[in-house]
């Protein structure tokens, strides 16, 4: 089984509020589609959909004043709105995915997602369907609610599923020395040890409240720990999801123990 995450990066235009990247939905729609990598659990990120509207009502903060109640509702519907365009196009391109809303089937622990009941996705991956997921807006026993980011569900479902594999598709080719957005110098690494220091890994450039690639990689580690192969490669250039679907060598960065 193989998990694919899908950044808000590369689903939506980051710079423009609410505004999803159809094309690169379409084309990589496609990709999973001529892939046919089955059993797959899709999972996308928020980009200018969930993030903004996130850090405007300071969900990821946890309740300090009821106000943030609608906040909160507004930020996991623009999670909604995104999964239903998202798999409105894997459907049309003839993927068989199927919407769960993290929030209505988890709650995190102080931000950590400790318990997740596998046993419903499980059920719809035997009957073929792909899972799409996303990171939300969820409730959280300590402090009330909070956001669960893509990246950490991910790693929590496959180490429950056992999944063989993880993709991270993002807008860059993968881990490089330092962040190629801000440093023209930056070497990309072809593999990266959790364990080792090899880069200068730092926030995304956008908006976002989970991390960017700091929160993306120590998450990513956690899958790695699991027995998962995780693969970082750009989801913008045309058939790298692909070939990483089809266990092809691409470009890209691989975790290592
Ligand atoms: P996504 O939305 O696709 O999940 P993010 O935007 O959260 O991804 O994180 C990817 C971003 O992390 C890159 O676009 C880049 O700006 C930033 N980044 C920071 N440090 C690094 C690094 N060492 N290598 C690669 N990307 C980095």
Known sequence: MRILKLGGSVVTHKDEYMSEHTENIKRLAEEI?????????????GGSFGHP???????????VDKSQVFGFSETHQA???LNEIIVDILLNAGVPAFSFSP??????????????DTGLIKE???????????????????????ILSGDQLIAKLSNDLGADGVIFGSDVDGIFTDNPKLNPEARLLESVSISGNDANVGDTTHTDVTGGMRGKLSEA???????????????????????????????????TL
């Open 33 to 45: 589609a001529e892939a046919g990598a089955y059993p797959l659990i899709i999972v996308h990120g």
């Open 53 to 63: 509207l996130a850090k405007k009502h300071g969900i990821a903060g946890g309740m």
């Open 79 to 81: 999670m909604v709105k």
């Open 103 to 116: 929030s209505s089937m988890l709650r995190t622990d102080g931000k950590r997602l400790n318990d997740l």
């Open 124 to 146: 719809y991956i035997e009957l073929g369907m792909v899972p799409v997921l996303y990171g939300d807006a969820v409730l959280d026993s300590q402090q009330t609610f909070a």
């Open 221 to 255: 580690a956690e899958a790695v720990k699991g027995g998962a192969d995780v693969l970082m490669v750009n989801a913008f250039v045309p058939g790298r999801v692909k070939a990483a679907l089809r266990g092809e060598k691409v470009i890209g960065t691989v975790l």
